[in-house]
């Protein structure tokens, strides 16, 4: 038996806006919201609403044996709430079908499994409220941000009552074992962790279109074949993507729509086949071993680590720039200041500023609105120095020296009095 | 392989970039196995002059050849009668008049001479740098018969910054162009200017980046003056014409120290546009935050680049800009013209519009106030400038010139 797991992500960032040393104290517009518009209609009209109407239709045609699973972020949702009300509800006509399941994560895409534990829960919380409330599922399976995953996140799932989790069958963690089956985080007794099957995957989502890849054209009977080919040595084929991998990464005229309209019929061909949701495949199947990972991983580029995100000084210093202002703006109490933060936690904020670039820059350059990793750092911190600010004002200090403020005391103070007057 | 090169400047005979150039080419060349015979202007000395040096590892040697003449890289025509005054005033009373009256009538005295050369020196191809040794390339192709590569480092709407360009310079860069068997730009921004205004046909057009020489010791000095314990450094270093952009960078330093206290701007160079710089610092009143040093020479270029905390390159129209690799050489972080050859091949660098002074302002405090900025482009910068080695351009020199020799070789046919 093998059991087939598709689990599209979707998400897209609140953009900042080109925010320079001049807009710091004065102006607290962040994001660039005619990019962020223009990214969310160009992305629904070539992929969401295309793709999800495909899906719908197959779900329709194989009557309830065909199946996916989707995590779509608190920052994506809000902007299809905000500027693609359609798409929206075409997932939401999806959630209907019973055949598609909403995964967990943290509603703003961040990093903060690695950087704090309230923050992290805090920000899971919320996305489980959206998805119960637009799509009325409670969540069963998480999934971290760019599938970041070891050990302790693990257990912390557990312990937050989750059934599974995913993360990437990275080779160097796998060594000899096949993605193919369930395993156990170690440490936990309950919970399940189901593993990307990267070559499968990312035959999709990045070869399909390679005219340079040796298996060229990619026909629907040559990788159900290769699916096929588990059978006896496998029980799931979890095949993890961004959705944008349809009609966005691969364009429609590549033949991506087409395949996977093809897909589900030649794979239920053979009678051992079946289409599982997460949920569905971690209630069929037991884990056949532990499974050890300390060190995070992720499915970014190459190195599959968490070098896309903190791999180099500048973002190191964002990073924790933004994580020591967690206790003040929490303090505040201010929603408005506390959301402020939470967008700028964001990690594709981070990916941007990745400076490894002459191996792998084509999939950073996607959607990426700077010209460069260092503008993106210089108009990050700028945005954070403008926020420190705010946040002092709130707390009523009067701005010295002694805070952690980035910038030296006489540009805070100039910039305060241009602000007051 | 035999190259009879034609230039302006060689180091130590140099003013600018186009000497530093010429040197890490022909150098890269020689330790490829190529013979150079490298033509330029010589004042110095009553005769012709000839030297050889030696260079490289595997001991090639680069004749140079001295033509007695006043001639000057970036000079103009104005520039070229002050620079005959000041050579007439050394003159030995009764010596005999060697130097043309004007700049127009020197390069025809280059030319002349340069055809003599082309007689006596054995060449397989001639490969002549900028418009002023173009009508030389052009008669020296037809006493030997050979090959004429031009190389065009900068052109007269760059050094104009598209003001008036000089008609005559024009013409001879348009029709030294033309002339040409293959042609080699510095950028793929010179390659769309030369295209642009002299209608030359793209596909005679190869785009080689050049490197620079590693092998300076200079480079690792890591200098620091006591001027860092005070203030950062901001430096601007090149000649103080419309080009080069200087009047900018005075505006973004007056845009910073409304920002910043204790910043020192230094403005390394000299040039026509120098009174008018001193003038507007102190018009904006931060003469006191700027310092002027004159032009600066071998050592020196390395100690300004060691103690600036950035280095601003804020050209109108730079065809390449050797000087930003020189920079990053010596582990100071860049901020570049957009306008800028370099800037098609740079990451690790910081880049503005030449005209957008707020984001060159915002640049400049970005660098000096945010530490991991600064060693990052400091760090990563130090690594990406070690691909910009001699060997490389000069090996894909090579490749054009083995095109060009096939090329005319068919053509003959």
């Known amino acids: 038996m093998v059991s ?55 779900i329709q045609k194989h009557k309830g044996r065909f199946k996916v699973s989707f995590s779509v972020t608190g920052t994506a949702l809000e902007q299809l709430e905000q500027f693609s009300p359609k798409a929206l509800e075409s997932f939401q006509a999806l959630a209907d079908t019973g055949c598609v399941e909403f995964l967990s994560e943290t509603y703003h895409h961040s990093l903060s499994s690695l950087y704090s534990k309230e923050e992290f829960q805090d920000q899971v919380a919320l996305h489980r409220k959206r998805i119960k409330t637009l799509f009325h599922q409670t969540p069963r399976v998480f999934r971290n941000t760019e599938l970041v995953y070891n050990n302790e996140l693990g257990r912390l799932a557990e312990d937050m009552g989750y059934d599974a989790i995913l993360a990437e069958g990275a080779d160097h963690v796998l060594g000899w074992r096949s993605p193919n089956f369930l395993y156990r985080p170690k440490g936990c007794s309950r919970i399940k962790l189901l593993l990307k099957n990267y070559r499968l995957s990312d035959d999709i989502a990045f070869r399909f279109s390679n005219k340079g890849w040796g298996e060229w054209p990619l026909t629907v009977p040559k990788y159900a074949s290769w699916i096929n080919a588990v059978n006896g040595n496998g029980q799931v084929m979890d095949l993890f993507m961004d959705y944008e991998t349809f009609g966005e990464h691969q364009w429609a005229d590549t033949g991506i729509f087409r395949f996977m309209q093809d897909l589900p019929k030649e794979l239920l061909k053979h009678p051992d086949n ?15 071993a532990e499974l050890d990972i300390p060190h995070p991983v992720s499915w970014a580029d190459l190195e599959r680590d968490l070098s896309a995100w903190t791999g180099n000084k500048i973002q190191q210093a964002a990073i924790r720039q933004l994580y020591d202002l967690e206790p003040e703006v929490k303090r505040t109490k201010n929603q408005q200041l506390i959301e402020l933060w939470r967008k700028l936690t964001t990690s594709d904020h981070f990916y941007y500023m990745c400076t490894k670039w002459f191996a792998d820059g084509d999939v950073h350059k996607y959607f990426n609105p700077y010209d460069n990793p260092y503008d993106g750092f210089i108009t990050f911190l700028n945005v954070l120095n403008d926020l420190i600010l705010r946040v002092k004002e709130k707390q009523g200090e009067k701005p010295s020296g002694a805070g952690n403020l980035i910038f030296p005391t006489e540009i805070q103070t100039s910039i305060i009095e241009q602000h007051r007057t | 392989m035999k190259v009879l090169m034609l230039g302006w400047e060689f180091p130590p005979y140099q003013s600018g970039g186009l000497g530093t150039a010429c040197y890490g080419l022909t150098k890269g060349l020689a330790q490829e196995g190529v013979d150079v015979t490298f033509v330029m202007p010589h004042v110095d000395g009553d005769v012709d002059a000839d030297f050889v040096h030696l260079i490289g590892t595997k001991g090639k040697k680069v004749r140079l050849r001295g033509i007695r003449s006043a001639l000057r890289p970036y000079i103009t025509a104005e520039g070229y009668t002050n620079e005959l005054h000041h050579i007439e005033i050394f003159k030995k009373p009764g010596a005999k008049q060697v130097y043309g009256r004007n700049l127009y009538e020197e390069v025809h005295n280059f030319t002349r001479a340069a055809r003599k050369i082309a007689e006596e020196e054995p060449h397989d191809v001639i490969h002549a740098h900028d418009w002023m040794t173009y009508k030389a390339a052009i008669e020296a192709r037809e006493i030997s018969g050979k090959p004429f590569v031009a190389h065009i480092h900068a052109t007269e709407f760059d050094r104009t910054g598209g003001n008036n360009p000089n008609p005559y310079i024009s013409h001879v860069e348009y029709e030294g162009l033309q002339a040409a068997d293959l042609i080699i730009a510095n950028s793929e921004y010179t390659k769309s200017n030369i295209i642009r205004h002299y209608s030359v046909d793209p596909k005679k057009v190869k785009v080689v980046y050049f490197g620079i020489d590693p092998d300076v010791p200079q480079y690792s000095m890591n200098f620091r003056s006591p001027l860092n314990q005070r203030d950062k450094i901001v430096l601007f270093l090149g000649r103080v014409t419309l080009q080069k952009g200087p009047d900018y960078f005075i505006e973004a330093a007056a845009n910073v120290l409304n920002y910043k206290k204790n910043v020192r701007f230094i403005i390394a160079g000299s040039g026509d546009m120098l009174p008018r710089v001193i003038n507007r610092a102190a018009e904006l009143g931060i003469a006191d935050r700027v310092t002027f040093t004159g032009f600066l020479e071998g050592e020196e270029v390395h100690k300004a680049f060691q103690m600036a905390d950035v280095y601003v390159m804020p050209s109108v129209s730079e065809p390449y800009g050797l000087v930003a690799l020189e920079a990053m050489k010596n582990k100071t972080p860049i901020i570049i013209s957009k306008q800028s050859g370099v800037s098609e091949v740079l990451h690790h660098a910081l880049k503005v519009d030449f005209w957008d002074i707020d984001e060159m302002t915002n640049k400049i405090v970005s660098v000096l106030n945010y530490q991991e900025l600064f060693e990052e482009l400091k760090d990563r910068g130090g690594e990406e400038i070690e691909r910009f080695t001699l060997d490389g351009p000069a090996r894909q020199t090579i490749d054009v010139y083995n095109e060009a020799i096939a090329r005319y070789d068919k053509e003959a046919r």
């Open chain 1, 4 to 58: 087939v797991c598709f689990y599209f992500q979707v998400h897209q960032p609140f953009r900042l806006r080109k925010y320079s040393l001049f807009d710091i104290g004065n102006d607290q517009h962040y994001f660039d919201m005619t990019k962020n518009i223009e990214v969310m209609d160009k992305v629904a009209k070539k992929c969401y609403l295309p793709m999800n109407q495909l899906l719908l239709d197959l």
């Open chain 1, 274 to 288: 079946d289409f599982k949701t997460v949920s569905e495949a971690a209630a069929a199947y037991e884990p056949v």
